[in-house]
């Protein structure tokens, strides 16, 4: 699939989109392709009928369509997009806040999952489970740009667009935070 990463400000896709199941579903189907409401369930830990709701959802917001790769008994999904981001100024910036809320909170799930089943992983992959926190000292524009070339990075490597993954690529989730620290004060 090209690449396509829209940015949303319309609220009624932002309150779509600021639930972490869908953003579960919807990374999943980014990342694998077209599935079942029963695959996304079984890949996202939820309910066949919920996932069905989740995805009629965000159908309803052109961000999943039906895929015309069943066989008459299944109804399979495809996302529209390979990412996005949202508009936090305006009129997108509540919906914007509450889309990042579900993103954090999914991401925190997933790690205790990880570390719930991490006995499960080979240890190659155990091996390589960084996790690194750095406190910055940067400006608003200093951090667009570690931001754009930490982008630069990875974009190379997303599941949806890369077509020359070694025969032993595992989806891994790659998340990032950066925000300003609230009572650490300003430096001088």
Same mark, same amino acid.
């Given at each position: 699939?090209?690449?396509?990463r829209?940015?949303?400000?319309?609220?009624?896709?932002?309150?779509a989109l600021?639930?972490?199941?869908?953003?579960?579903?919807?990374?999943y189907?980014?990342?694998?392709g077209?599935a079942?409401?029963s695959?996304?369930?079984? #890949?996202?830990?939820?309910?066949?009928?919920?996932?069905? !709701?989740?995805?009629?959802?965000l159908?309803a917001?052109?961000?999943?369509?039906?895929?015309?790769?069943?066989?008459?008994?299944?109804?399979?999904w495809?996302?529209?997009l390979?990412?996005?981001?949202v508009?936090?100024?305006?009129?997108?910036?509540a919906?914007?806040?509450?889309?990042?809320?579900? #993103?954090?909170?999914?991401?925190?799930?997933?790690?205790r999952? !990880?570390?719930?089943r991490r006995?499960e992983?080979?240890?190659h992959?155990?091996?390589?489970?960084?996790?690194?926190?750095y406190?910055?000292?940067?400006s608003?524009?200093e951090l667009?740009?570690v931001?754009?070339r930490?982008?630069?990075v990875?974009?190379? !490597?997303?599941h949806?667009?890369r077509?020359d #993954?070694p025969?032993?690529a595992?989806?891994?989730?790659?998340?990032?935070?950066?925000?300003?620290?609230?009572g650490?004060?300003?430096r001088?």
């Amino acid at each position: 699939m090209p690449e396509r990463r829209p940015s949303f400000a319309d609220p009624a896709v932002l309150d779509a989109l600021a639930h972490p199941v869908r953003l579960d579903v919807l990374g999943y189907l980014m990342s694998a392709g077209p599935a079942t409401a029963s695959a996304c369930a079984r #890949a996202v830990g939820d309910t066949p009928s919920n996932c069905s !709701y989740h995805l009629r959802v965000l159908a309803a917001h052109g961000l999943v369509e039906p895929d015309d790769s069943g066989d008459g008994r299944s109804r399979p999904w495809r996302t529209t997009l390979t990412g996005f981001t949202v508009d936090n100024t305006g009129e997108g910036a509540a919906g914007a806040t509450a889309v990042l809320a579900a #993103a954090i909170e999914l991401d925190h799930h997933l790690a205790r999952e !990880y570390l719930r089943r991490r006995a499960e992983f080979p240890r190659h992959w155990r091996e390589q489970e960084p996790h690194a926190s750095y406190g910055l000292a940067v400006s608003p524009e200093e951090l667009i740009d570690v931001l754009q070339r930490i982008d630069a990075v990875v974009r190379p !490597y997303l599941h949806p667009t890369r077509e020359d #993954a070694p025969a032993d690529a595992e989806h891994v989730h790659l998340s990032l935070m950066a925000l300003p620290r609230p009572g650490f004060g300003r430096r001088t």
